[in-house]
């Protein structure tokens, strides 16, 4: 699992698409994550408490961070 942040639009958003195209699983975290078509969370990543609450959620999934 490749976490990539802003991952909603600019260069956060291409990083993704080709992680994804070269066969990649993503988690993508943004403010904005309505419009999304892979795994993502909303998170401000400049707010501790958001860090902290993705955080949690992604290790209660058990997803493998590389």
């Known amino acids: 699992m490749i976490i990539v942040t802003g991952a909603s639009r600019g260069l956060g958003y291409a990083i993704s698409r080709n992680l994804i195209n070269n066969g990649q699983d993503v988690f993508g975290i943004a403010r904005n994550v309505e419009n999304l078509d892979f795994d ?26 590389n």
């Open 40 to 65: 993502c969370a909303s998170c401000d990543i400049s707010n501790y408490d958001d860090v902290k609450k993705i955080s949690r959620f992604l290790k209660s999934k058990k997803y493998e961070i």
